[in-house]
């Protein structure tokens, strides 16, 4: 029964290892390092999404708790000198 034991025990290793092996093998080729890459850039797209998210949040919070007027960001918000022309302007 030991004998057994130890057999499948050394079997169920050498799977583990070949399957962690090919893995690792994947990982390091051209695509597999592209591929992990590309995924770093989405996090950290996501992540300066979610700060910004955040920030923006407890900005208006803010303004909200200490009675600010809201910021008008002037890049988001052009005014209407902006929709002028030369001719219009006297």
């Known amino acids: 029964m030991t004998r057994g034991l130890w057999f499948v025990a050394g ?10 092996g090919r893995r690792a093998a994947e990982a390091l080729t051209i695509d597999g390092v592209t591929d992990r ?3 770093a850039e989405v996090g950290w797209q996501m992540f300066r999404h979610e700060v910004a998210a955040g920030m923006a949040e407890k900005e208006t919070q803010l303004r909200e708790r200490l009675a600010l007027a809201p910021q008008v960001r002037p890049e988001l918000n052009p005014g209407p000198t902006a929709d002028r022309t030369d001719e219009e302007q006297p």
């Open 11 to 20: 079997a169920g290793v050498g799977v583990y290892a070949m399957v962690r």
């Open 37 to 39: 890459l590309k995924g």
